[in-house]
T-cell receptor, first 113, second 113 residues
Framework: GENVEQHPSTLSVQEGDSAVIKCTYSDSASNYFPWYKQELGKRPQLIIDIRSNVGEKKDQRIAVTLNKTAKHFSLHITETQPEDSAVYFCAASNSQAGTALIFGKGTTLSVSS | DTEVTQTPKHLVMGMTNKKSLKCEQHMGHRAMYWYKQKAKKPPELMFVYSYEKLSINESVPSRFSPECPNSSLLNLHLHALQPEDSALYLC????????????FGPGTRLTVT
């Protein structure tokens, strides 16, 4: 089955810096890759996703890149702000097999001002 | 309406109690999910319903019993739980299985005493 590895487990940056979180997946048939942000005590919130027919997607300060050959995808946050502090989870799924999301273990991002 | 709602927000129950968690969405989504989340861990899939039929059961103990009365509602019946079952229980929904964006509810914080 699918296995998703996420790194780093913790990341501390200064306000205004960029943050990058990386995930690798094992199933080459996976074709949907969402990123969730979860603040303390809150629900996971979908912040951006990418499908396997696209190499990059951007939404304001957030971007995701996908390398299908290497089977890895990354979240990029530019101009970080204290409110970006949260746990970020990557996930992968295979629509053809009808599988549910397989999550990475999460990255705790701390942005200090 | 792009929201998934869950009740109750908090629940404390003894090991001999029977209780139910409820989840509701009015987005016309045909897939609904139950996840269990422990602190600082990713959501762990428990059950998936697709078109009101149980599609995936991730070998969850029988003390957890899901029910999908209609396309908008999802219940999780709890009986004879153990203290280690204490966790945040998240409901999610998506337009369809696998590829489509999943939206999470706020969760029910369950404590088993």
């Amino acid at each position: 089955g699918e296995n998703v590895e996420q790194h780093p487990s913790t990341l501390s940056v200064q306000e205004g810096d960029s943050a990058v979180i990386k995930c690798t997946y094992s199933d080459s048939a996976s074709n949907y890759f969402p990123w969730y942000k979860q603040e303390l005590g809150k629900r996971p919130q979908l912040i951006i996703d990418i499908r396997s027919n696209v190499g990059e997607k951007k939404d304001q300060r957030i971007a995701v890149t996908l390398n299908k050959t290497a089977k890895h995808f990354s979240l990029h946050i530019t101009e970080t702000q204290p409110e970006d502090s949260a746990v970020y989870f990557c996930a992968a799924s295979n629509s053809q097999a009808g599988t549910a999301l397989i999550f990475g273990k999460g990255t705790t991002l701390s942005v200090s001002s | 309406d792009t929201e998934v709602t869950q009740t109750p927000k908090h629940l404390v129950m003894g090991m001999t109690n029977k209780k139910s968690l409820k989840c509701e969405q009015h987005m016309g989504h045909r897939a609904m999910y139950w996840y269990k989340q422990k602190a600082k861990k990713p959501p762990e899939l428990m059950f998936v319903y697709s078109y009101e039929k149980l599609s995936i059961n991730e070998s969850v103990p029988s003390r957890f019993s899901p029910e999908c009365p209609n396309s908008s509602l999802l219940n999780l019946h709890l009986h004879a739980l153990q203290p280690e079952d204490s966790a945040l229980y998240l409901c999610a929904s998506s337009e369809g299985l696998a590829v489509y964006e999943q939206y999470f509810g706020p969760g029910t914080r369950l404590t088993v005493t």
